[in-house]
């Protein structure tokens, strides 16, 4: 099967998600600092600095916006400020929860959460946290295990089967990545097309 194509451009950045554009589909990343969003953003787009990358955790604040044409369906996807960051400040922190939950919770044309765990050492305790609350809120959610090449071959059955395990999910159900060897973009790419194109429910 020929890779699916894709378009991605820059929309915008935003602080408060009441400002959010208009959408007609969108898709979320979520995850903590540093396990990978703005690279797999990038790595999806085909593009080397879309969204920006950090070796510095905490370095994405904003929601950035990015509208995206894919095989299959178009709409935005959604790069979240990562959480988890050690250094931030309680109220750093706060805030942060505050505006993810209420984008979370009222974005209409949101039509999945593509959720990162690191691949190496995840879930985390905020990780499992995450996702029960956002299976609790029902809002559509995928694993997405990241940096698939730090695991090693001999490692990986055991890892995939904790990690799946660990964020209560069926391994069959974890999607695996590597932005920097582009393992399991393409299928992702694919998967994203078919979010882009879903009906609202209800
Ligand atoms: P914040 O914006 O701070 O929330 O982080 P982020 O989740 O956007 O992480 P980012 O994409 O900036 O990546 C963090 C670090 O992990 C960078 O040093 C990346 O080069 C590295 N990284 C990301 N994806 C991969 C991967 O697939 N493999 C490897 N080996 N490193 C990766
Ligand atoms: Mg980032």
Redesign the pocket.
Known sequence: MAAPSISMTFRMSVEDPDLMPYSHAEVA?I?????????????VARQREL???????????LLNVFDVTVQGGSGTMV?????G?AKASRSARDRWQERMEQYLLDREPLRMVMA?VD?EVGPTRLDVATLRWLRYNEIPVTVVA?????VKATARPKRKRELAEGAEVEQGDVVW?????N?GIDRLRGMIGGWLTTAPQG
């Open positions: 990343v995850g903590r600092s540093n396990v990978g969003k703005s690279s797999l953003v990038n790595a969204a920006r990358t950090s070796k510095t955790p905490g370095r994405t604040q790069d979240l400020p990562g959480y960051y990162l691949g990241t940096k698939h090449d730090k990545v590597s932005a920097t060897k393992v």
